[in-house]
């Protein structure tokens, strides 16, 4: 290995990386304003359109809600699964660029689509096609698979917990930011046109900024050659648990995420589009606490005790959403679960430390594409048993999210063992 200062781990030269346009946290920022106003818009436009099919009814149109979200998100993930598996054998060959920017495209693309279906008034089906094309572009794992390959690689091993902190802190931020906003920018002119032109326009500058602008390190070897090298072989045990650790946790945590945001629409509580801003934003706000958690506790607690700091908040947090029959207790839990940001990126920084850097692409590509089948077995799941609980206890759904990741730190016990006798001495 080179004892460049320059070089970075596992070989990854940083002799291309600018001081100024070196840091993938600009596109974290721009992209979660961007899809933050996205979703919003998504989620409103679908309400409002089943609404009227349902006569407004209320119960009725959430249950077409349901449907339609359960199939935009199966369409996203599955696709999403072959192309990003595809991406993350480019991205070891030829960089992170590719894992990162060809998302992007398919996103706004994406984006285009729901415009025109606002415009024009087209059948909701039109968006079935902007979920088809941003899942063969890659969707958000390899989005994310992206950003987390360049965060690792741009990052010293011993501070890659708190770098990927970094990453979902920034996402935080900019979420907070989005959410207040979405709901104030939703009432300006046509009902959501403004707010999705305006994500339109977010996403295309980010897009713009990882193509052209972002410096990506390149793979070097001993001797000044570039190109692929074989990998150093490493624990296939202990990422097998990493693997199992998050995705049972994801696993409770995006299904009822995903019916949460119909959940406040309907009685009681019964939220407009500025409480809905309002929710997301304290939504987005955990990514801040848990930064704050990570900064403060990393060093006396540890990466384990940290995980399972964070399950613990994010499933007690769930449990009381249970009963969120106010808007106050809605955003009591969300309080509660000011920790439930902590374990994704932190196991994230674990599985980098035990892989070779030249396997980032297909490792984090294959994690993101089984947390995207994860997704959709979530969604699937968590879509057809709340319909059926609408009338009689519609928080049942949150009762069963929160027990499910509760069994994630059984996985991580184990791993922690795997992952301590993987570390050298």
């Known amino acids: 290995m080179s004892g460049s200062p320059l070089e970075g781990p596992g070989g990854y030269s940083r002799r291309a990386m600018g001081l100024s346009w070196a840091l993938v946290e600009p596109v974290v920022v721009i992209n ?8 919003t818009a998504l989620t ?8 009227e099919q349902a006569e407004g009814q209320s119960d009725r149109a959430q249950a077409l809600s349901t449907h339609f979200f359960l199939i935009h998100q199966i369409l996203a993930s599955l696709l999403s699964l072959m192309s990003t598996l595809l991406l993350g054998h480019l991205s ?32 909701l089906a039109v968006l079935y096609a902007g979920s088809a094309v941003y899942g063969l572009s890659g969707g958000s794992p390899g989005y994310w698979g992206g950003v987390v390959s360049l965060a690792a690689l741009s990052s010293e091993e011993g501070r890659r917990s708190l770098k990927l902190n970094v990453v979902d802190f920034c996402s935080g931020v900019a979420g907070v930011l989005g959410g207040l906003l979405s709901g104030y920018v939703y009432r300006v002119g046509q009902s959501g046109v403004a707010l999705i032109l305006t994500s339109l326009a977010l996403c295309t500058l980010g897009l713009l900024y990882s ?3 972002l410096s990506y390190p390149s793979p070097s070897v001993p001797g000044g050659h570039s ?25 409770g945590m995006t299904g009822a995420e995903g019916v949460l945001c119909l959940f406040v629409l309907k009685p009681p509580l019964s939220w407009d589009s500025v409480w809905t801003g309002y929710g997301r934003a304290a939504t987005s706000a955990m990514y801040l606490s848990s930064f704050l958690g990570v900064l403060l506790l990393s060093r006396p607690l540890g990466d384990m005790a940290l995980i399972l700091l964070g399950v613990v908040s994010n499933c007690t947090g769930m449990a009381i959403l249970a009963f969120a029959t106010r808007s106050w207790i809605y955003f009591f839990a969300r309080a509660v679960m000011m920790f439930a940001c902590i374990p994704m990126p932190t196991i994230r920084a674990q599985l980098s430390k035990i892989m070779d850097s030249q396997m980032y692409g297909r490792v984090f590509g294959l994690l993101q594409s089984a947390l995207a089948v994860t997704e959709v077995l979530s969604t699937v799941f968590f879509s057809s048993v709340y319909p059926r609980t609408l009338s009689w206890y519609p ?27 993987t570390m050298p001495t």
């Open 395 to 421: 928080g049942l759904c949150f009762l069963i999210s929160s027990t499910i990741s509760y069994l994630s730190p059984q996985a991580q016990g184990r791993e922690g063992i795997c992952f301590e006798n």
């Open 92 to 123: 070891d060959r030829l960089g992170p660029r590719v894992l990162l920017v060809v998302p992007q495209i398919g996103s706004v693309l994406a984006k285009i689509f729901l415009l025109f279906f606002m415009l024009f008034r087209l059948p």
């Open 227 to 251: 190109g692929p090298q074989k990998a150093a072989p490493y624990d296939r045990g202990a990422v097998a648990l990493l693997f199992s650790a998050m995705i049972l946790f994801f696993l």
């Open 44 to 51: 409103l436009a679908v309400y409002n359109r089943t609404l």
């Open 32 to 39: 979660t304003v961007g899809t933050s106003f996205f979703d």
């Open 211 to 213: 193509a052209f602008l």
